[in-house]
T-cell receptor
Framework: GDSVTQMEGPVTLSEEAFLTINCTYTATGYPSLFWYVQYPGEGLQLLLKATKADDKGSNKGFEATYRKETTSFHLEKGSVQVSDSAVYFCALSEPAGGTSYGKLTFGQGTILTVHP | DTAVSQTPKYLVTQMGNDKSIKCEQN?????MYWYKQDSKKFLKIMFSYNNKELIINETVPNRFSPKSPDKAHLNLHINSLELGDSAVYFCASSPRAPETQYFGPGTRLLVL
């Protein structure tokens, strides 16, 4: 079945540091890929997404590129802020017509803490 | 203006009780989902409904029963609550599978 693997956390950075959170996936077809963010005590919010190979999703300074050859969707940000402290989830969803009916398969989440 | 809302936000109850969590979306979406987040933050799909029809039913104990009275609502009823049911339950909706899902704020269930 489908699966998503994220780098182990937690990740602790100083403000303005460069961030990479690795994400690789296993899927039978050509899934859509997502990064969701969960701020403390809140629900999940979509951060960015990519629906086909070589697409780059970007939002709020975060970027991730859909790499089919390496089955990866690594999240990057050039300069993190204290307000970026949250849990980040990589997820995939199979394309329309599949038997998973759009369910999201999540990675285990990576806790990011940014210090001033 | 809340897109996906859940009630209650917190639920503390005793083992053996029966409880319900309600979810409503005002986005006009066709598909709704329930996810469970455990204490290690791991998220897993439980159920999905499309236009009031059950389309995903993962390996979930029979004590959990979803109900969709209309396409804007998806409720979750849990019978005979157990300690292991303690978790955060998230409702989500999407225009149609497999488009972007919008999540509610979560219901934090604690079973004592």
């Amino acid at each position: 079945g489908d699966s998503v693997t994220q780098m182990e956390g937690p990740v602790t950075l100083s403000e303005e540091a460069f961030l990479t959170i690795n994400c690789t996936y296993t899927a039978t077809g050509y899934p859509s890929l997502f990064w969701y963010v969960q701020y403390p005590g809140e629900g999940l919010q979509l951060l960015l997404k990519a629906t086909k190979a070589d697409d780059k999703g970007s939002n709020k300074g975060f970027e991730a590129t859909y790499r089919k050859e390496t089955t990866s969707f690594h999240l990057e940000k050039g300069s993190v802020q204290v307000s970026d402290s949250a849990v980040y989830f990589c997820a995939l969803s199979e394309p329309a017509g599949g038997t998973s009916y759009g369910k999201l398969t999540f990675g285990q989440g990576t806790i990011l803490t940014v210090h001033p | 203006d809340t897109a996906v809302s859940q009630t209650p936000k917190y639920l503390v109850t005793q083992m053996g009780n029966d409880k319900s969590i309600k979810c409503e979306q005002n986005l006009g979406h066709d598909t709704m989902y329930w996810y469970k987040q455990d204490s290690k933050k791991f998220l897993k799909i439980m159920f999905s409904y499309n236009n009031k029809e059950l389309i995903i039913n993962e390996t979930v104990p029979n004590r959990f029963s979803p109900k969709s009275p209309d396409k804007a609502h998806l409720n979750l009823h849990i019978n005979s609550l157990e300690l292991g049911d303690s978790a955060v339950y998230f409702c989500a909706s999407s225009p149609r599978a497999p488009e972007t899902q919008y999540f509610g704020p979560g219901t934090r269930l604690l079973v004592l």
